[in-house]
T-cell receptor, first 114, second 114 residues
Framework: DGGITQSPKYLFRKEGQNVTLSCEQN?????MYWYRQDPGQGLRLIYY???????QKGDIAEGYSVSREKKESFPLTVTSAQKNPTAFYLC?????????????FGSGTQLSVL | DQQVKQNSPSLSVQEGRISILNCDYT??????FLWYKKYPAEGPTFLIS?????DKNEDGRFTVFLNKSAKHLSLHIVPSQPGDSAVYFC?????????????FGSGTKLNVKP
């Protein structure tokens, strides 16, 4: 089955710790995205990547980092610089970077701070 | 500053009746709109879209209406079924942006009662 796999489903972070959220897709999509959802708010864009070895900051990139070494993979690292990391994180992909391409989402990772 | 707003956090409807979910936007440059549906512990899935050159788009039981002058769109579900119970997000994008950037509303939780 083609799709986007996010892991883990739940993740806990200690103070000062970096954690990495995994996102893998087998849809052969070029573009990938990371969104953050907070209660009562819409999804906000953290980072996006058009192609392998390229990525750009979204609206709320501070305290996060990403890599895109393979087409299938777009991991997100939540660094200790992110002071309010508790949120639901969604990875998405689209066939291309082109306008009006609909997004396909993974099932999300809930990150909480211990 | 949210550019896409869903002012009703929840909506309850009787099975077989019409569900109307509303969405307002502030950016007059938005010209492409989508609705996503999200079940608990799953990622959002694409439901229906509409371009600003149209004022209505229909797909089975789902119809989206766009009122550009009022900067308002709505999703109608007729007839509503218990399986439609989910959170619905609207999203908007503008072709003037140089990439596939969507702004999301905060979602409306629909409960369809049997």
């Amino acid at each position: 089955d083609g799709g986007i796999t996010q892991s883990p489903k739940y993740l806990f972070r200690k103070e000062g710790q970096n954690v990495t959220l995994s996102c893998e897709q087998n849809l052969n999509h070029d573009a990938m995205y990371w969104y953050r959802q907070d209660p009562g708010q819409g999804l906000r864009l953290i980072y996006y990547s058009q192609i392998v070895n390229d990525f750009q900051k979204g609206d709320i990139a501070e305290g996060y980092s990403v890599s895109r070494e393979k087409k299938e993979s777009f991991p997100l690292t939540v660094t200790s610089a992110q002071k309010n990391p508790t949120a639901f994180y969604l990875c998405a992909s689209s066939i291309s970077y082109g306008l009006s391409e609909k997004l396909f989402f993974g099932s999300g990772t809930q990150l909480s701070v211990l | 500053d949210q550019q896409v707003k869903q002012n009703s956090p929840s909506l309850s409807v009787q099975e077989g009746r019409i569900s109307i979910l509303n969405c307002d936007y502030t950016n007059s440059m938005f010209d492409y709109f989508l609705w996503y549906k999200k079940y608990p512990a799953e990622g959002p899935t694409f439901l229906i879209s509409i371009s600003s050159i149209k004022d209505k788009n229909e797909d089975g039981r789902f119809t989206v209406f766009l009122n550009k002058s009022a900067k308002h769109l709505s999703l109608h579900i007729v007839p509503s079924q218990p399986g439609d119970s989910a959170v619905y997000f609207c999203a908007a994008s503008a072709s003037i942006y140089n990439f596939n950037k969507f702004y999301f509303g905060s979602g409306t939780k629909l409960n369809v009662k049997p």
